[in-house]
Nanobody, 128 residues
Framework: QLQLVESGGGLVQPGGSLRLSCAAS????????IAWFRQVPGKEREGVSC????????NYADSVKGRFTISREIAENTVYLQMNSLKPEDTAVYYC?????????????????????WGKGTLVTVSS
């Protein structure tokens, strides 16, 4: 059964750090690009970061560049999102998703419409 399960969310003070995990099952990460999205109530889901199927290429939203880092561990079939220097505006439910397209190994997408499977999300709250 294909699944994506996020974990690692929680409450953190501004300036703090969190590492989110996205554990995949039912498919192999090496064949698919994976992306992280976030959403707050009343707003559209926003692409945060993605990593290509090769693991070589990454992409970040301007709002998180220099603060967030995406990585993956093939042996664990898991993608990580290291979030540093967190701000209150980073507060959201964070989702990971799989890109269903047959794409080149060195590209990835931050468009929700390019994803076919989603996790249920993990809540990140940045507050003092």
């Amino acid at each position: 059964q294909l699944q994506l399960v996020e974990s690692g969310g929680g409450l953190v003070q501004p300036g703090g750090s969190l590492r989110l995990s996205c554990a995949a099952s039912g498919f192999t990460l090496g064949y698919y690009a994976i992306a992280w999205f976030r959403q707050v109530p009343g707003k559209e889901r926003e692409g945060v970061s993605c990593i290509s199927s090769s693991g070589i290429s990454t992409n970040y939203a301007d709002s998180v560049k220099g603060r967030f880092t995406i990585s993956r561990e093939i042996a664990e079939n898991t993608v990580y999102l290291q979030m540093n220097s967190l701000k209150p505006e980073d507060t959201a439910v964070y989702y990971c998703a799989r890109d269903f397209r047959s794409i080149g190994q060195h590209v990835c997408s931050l468009s929700p419409g390019d994803m076919d499977y989603w996790g249920k999300g993990t809540l990140v709250t940045v507050s003092s």
